[in-house]
């Protein structure tokens, strides 16, 4: 079982729409989950983390954490062209790495 | 200033032959990280050291030597290469051992012809 599944699409959504993107992690002593974003040919940047079960919104974007489920989820509001990329969930495990995902590539159409 | 910067940026050679890649950071973090980027993108840790001390060591091949001179400098040494070498290597740090999140550096492509 990997250690973190992502929904894997490509994802593609009109801009202005909402994209959702899904992550779970098998590590039931994960505390703490990051989301980067990485555009092609360049390096993962971090646009959000979250340590607490619910929401937690910065900008167009909202993470929301389930631990007894063993779930994240990042939404993008007013997708924008911009927001093309691909998305990586890492949850902070107990061995004391982020434990990366295999991402999501999300395309914004005008 | 560039925050986490690594040398070279390209990197193209036969097997058999044995290279460097250089990371340094100047944010004053504690630990930095190598990780390797696969053709599918996916990244996957490969060693961590603590203020010098090596802390995480996946199971890599042991061509692969990271070395780090103090806590601002993270080397990696790959002696040997094969093509299966070939893919983005990214150096990584963090405040302390990583739950603050990372900030990496620009990646190393290596190719092995």
């Known amino acids: 079982q990997k250690e973190v599944e992502q929904n894997s699409g490509p994802l593609s959504v009109p801009e202005g729409a909402i994209a959702s993107l899904n992550c779970t992690y098998s590590?039931?002593?994960?505390?703490?989950f990051f989301w980067y974003r990485q555009y092609s040919g360049k390096s993962p940047e971090l646009i959000m983390f979250?340590?607490?079960?619910g929401d937690k919104e910065d900008g167009r974007f909202t993470a929301q954490l389930n631990k007894a489920s063993q779930y994240v989820s990042l939404l993008i509001r007013d997708s924008q062209p911009s927001d093309s990329a691909t998305y990586l969930c890492?949850?902070?495990?107990?061995?004391?790495?982020?434990?990366f995902g295999a991402g999501t590539t999300v395309t914004v159409r005008a | 200033d560039t925050a986490v910067s690594q040398t070279p940026k390209y990197l193209v050679t036969q097997m058999g032959n044995d290279k460097s890649i250089k990371c340094e950071q100047n944010l004053g973090h504690d630990t930095m990280y190598w990780y390797k980027q696969d053709s599918k993108k996916f990244l996957k840790i490969m060693f961590s050291?603590?203020?010098?001390?090596?802390?995480i060591n996946e199971t890599v091949p042991n061509r692969f030597s990271p070395k780090s001179p103090d806590k601002a400098h993270l080397n990696l040494h790959i002696n040997s290469l094969e093509l299966g070498d070939s893919a983005v290597y990214f150096c990584?740090?963090?405040?302390?051992?990583?739950?603050?999140?990372?900030?990496f550096g620009s990646g190393t492509r290596l190719t092995v012809v």
């Open positions: 990584a740090s963090s405040p302390r051992t990583g739950a603050y999140g990372y900030t």
């Open positions: 979250i340590y607490s079960n």
């Open positions: 590590d039931r002593g994960s505390q703490s």
């Open positions: 050291y603590n203020n010098k001390e090596l802390i």
């Open positions: 890492a949850p902070y495990t107990n061995d004391y790495k982020l434990s």
